[in-house]
Each structure stands twice: as C-alpha cells, then as structure tokens.
C-alpha cells in the first residue's frame, strides 16, 4: 500500500519504496561497508601468520583503516542527523529496518572505541599510515587489554553478521519482492 513519507528537507517521496538516498548518504554507506570488510580480512589474515613484517604491516593497515573508518562513522553519524535524506519505511518492516541500523551503528561505536583503547591499553600509539601517530591519553593499563579486546573482537564479528544479514534482507527485497529497496543505496542509476 503506498504511503507518502517526508524526508528532513520537506520533500514528499510518494510511494512504499520511492525516493533515493543522496550521494553523500550513499557514499558513506559503501565506505563503511569496504572499511569494515576490509578491517576484518586483515585481522583473521594476520592470526595465521606468523610475528613478522607481513603481520605488522596488516596490523598497521587495521589500526590507520580504523581510523578512518572513525572519521567516517562520525561523518556519516552528523549527516544523517543534520543533512541527509531521511527514507522511511512503512509499519513493522520499518521498526525492524531502524532496529538494525540502530544495532549496527551502536557495534560500529563500540569498535572504533575499543579499537584504540586496546592498543592504548597497551601503552601503544595509534600510527596512521605511517604518517604521524595519536599517542594514548590515558596511562597504560595492561589489565585492561583482554577485556577491551574482548568486546572489540565479539562487536566486530557482530558486525560482520548483521551486515551479512543486512545485505541479505536488501538482495532478498531486489529480487524476490523487486520493489526498489536496493536501488535507493546502488550509486549509479
């Protein structure tokens, strides 16, 4: 049944699943999702290589994507709070849709907090691209490594599962219900 939504600009998007994320909205989206694939490849990849330079440099490449993956995620949090297009969904489908995401930003959170406090923890700087580093604000707590590490580890595998599901539920919607669902987040027309 169609229903009329408005988004936080005023516009009127008429139709169950009209309108279109903007570019902004739809490039932050596949951003986030490459850096969090790619921040998981690299960490099950260097559990089975042995101490060495290929294992730092993938540890180096997790910590520098992590942190841009925080820029991103705080971007991407201001956008859609301040600017973007904001697409609803109708009825239970819609609650279910808004959990997710809501799940999935609150993970996101807890991971690029964990990320650093590990490392932190640890008495280590966070080396960016070999560029320049962020060293700990706080005092090294050895202590509280397995802990941190521990919630960062289970949020990212979280993470890689609702997203799964995510993907999922999107693929299931363009080509088991083909009602445009997935064409709103696809960059090109």
């Known amino acids: 049944m169609p229903v009329a939504t408005r988004d936080i600009a005023g516009r009127t998007h008429a139709g169950r699943w009209s309108g279109r994320y903007d570019g902004l909205a739809i490039a932050f989206h596949w951003l986030t999702a490459l850096l969090v694939v790619s921040l998981f490849a690299f960490a099950q990849i260097w559990g089975f290589l042995p101490r060495g330079p290929a294992r730092h440099l993938l540890q180096g490449l997790h910590v520098s994507l992590g942190c841009l993956l925080v820029a991103i995620v705080i971007a991407r949090i201001l956008w859609r709070v301040f600017g973007s297009v904001r697409l609803s969904h109708p009825g239970?489908?819609?609650?279910?849709?808004?959990?997710?995401?809501?799940?999935?930003?609150?993970?996101?959170?807890?991971?690029?907090?964990?990320?650093?406090?590990?490392?932190?923890?640890?008495?280590?700087?966070?080396?960016?691209?070999?560029?320049?580093?962020?060293?700990?604000?706080?005092?090294?707590?050895?202590?509280?490594?397995?802990?941190?590490?521990?919630?960062?580890?289970?949020?990212?595998?979280?993470?890689?599962?609702?997203?799964?599901?995510?993907?999922?539920?999107?693929?299931?919607?363009?080509?088991?219900?083909?009602?445009?669902?997935?064409?709103?987040?696809?960059?090109?027309?």
């Open 92 to 189: 239970m489908v819609g609650k279910l849709a808004q959990a997710g995401h809501g799940v999935l930003y609150l993970l996101l959170l807890a991971m690029i907090v964990t990320g650093p406090l590990k490392r932190w923890a640890a008495g280590q700087a966070l080396n960016v691209f070999w560029l320049f580093s962020i060293p700990s604000p706080l005092p090294a707590e050895p202590v509280l490594r397995a802990p941190v590490g521990f919630i960062h580890f289970w949020a990212a595998w979280a993470v890689i599962v609702i997203a799964g599901l995510h993907a999922a539920t999107a693929l299931f919607h363009h080509y088991a219900l083909k009602d445009g669902v997935l064409r709103r987040m696809i960059p090109l027309r």
